[in-house]
T-cell receptor
Framework: NAGVMQNPRHLVRRRGQEARLRCSPM?????VYWYRQLPEEGLKFMVY????????ESGMPKERFSAEFPKEGPSILRIQQVVRGDSAAYFC?????????????FGPGTRLTVL | ELKVEQNPLFLSMQEGKNYTIYCNYS?????LYWYRQDPGKSLESLFV?????AVKQEGRLMASLDTKARLSTLHITAAVHDLSATYFC???????????FGAGTRLTVKP
């Protein structure tokens, strides 16, 4: 029973390029959450999605960042025109039912480095 | 706005000693989590605390929750080197969709 899967595990981009981060939730889970962790800091909530719906994107930067969770396939976090400040670890979590009161299981993370 | 504060942020202990990490949060919550993170790794769930007075123990770690004081503690008993990691508490707010994390406590256990 595979856990939450994320790929790539490491991603290097130059300033101005696009970054696409993928997350496949645990089997049977239909709720996905994205968090960002800057070096030496805790995780900060970005967005919460269900299949084909964004439920809460209050933690997403207003520009350049977008997320989707299509009917088929993984959830995607997309960062356009990356800047050095986007360098961080991005974690995806999934839960069986929705909301933060349900236990979330975390993936291994994608470490984004912007040169 | 829900805020979560942990202290201390850095903790250096000798093996065999006891210590407590504190997690305060600012608004009512019905669920509190403790996670462990090793360098470069993901988060490992340690405890889920659901109600006032809840106490859970696993090995040398024991977590408790006081919802009236909005305080959770993670107590380390007779620390060993393998416990060196960063420990995070996170709080779920019942009507919110997000989980707020503390800044983490970086624990180093020295022989």
């Amino acid at each position: 029973n595979a856990g939450v899967m994320q790929n790539p595990r490491h991603l290097v981009r130059r300033r101005g390029q696009e970054a696409r981060l993928r997350c496949s939730p645990m089997k049977g889970h239909s709720h996905v959450y994205w968090y960002r962790q800057l070096p030496e800091e805790g995780l900060k909530f970005m967005v919460y999605l269900q299949k084909e719906n964004i439920i809460d994107e209050s933690g997403m930067p207003k520009e350049r960042f977008s997320a989707e969770f299509p009917k088929e396939g993984p959830s995607i976090l997309r960062i356009q025109q990356v800047v050095r400040g986007d360098s961080a670890a991005y974690f995806c979590a999934s839960s069986k039912t929705g909301g933060a009161s349900n236990e979330q299981f975390f993936g291994p993370g994608t470490r984004l480095t912007v040169l | 706005e829900l805020k979560v504060e942990q202290n201390p942020l850095f903790l250096s202990m000798q093996e065999g000693k006891n210590y407590t990490i504190y997690c305060n949060y600012s608004t009512t919550s019905d669920r509190l989590y403790w996670y462990r993170q090793d360098p470069g790794k993901s988060l490992e769930s340690l405890f889920v605390l659901l109600s006032n007075g809840a106490v859970k123990q696993e090995g040398r770690l024991m977590a408790s929750l006081d919802t009236k004081a909005r305080l959770s503690t993670l107590h380390i008993t007779a620390a060993v080197h393998d416990l060196s990691a960063t420990y995070f508490c996170a709080v779920a707010s019942y009507n919110n969709n997000d989980m707020r994390f503390g800044a983490g406590t970086r624990l180093t256990v020295k022989p």
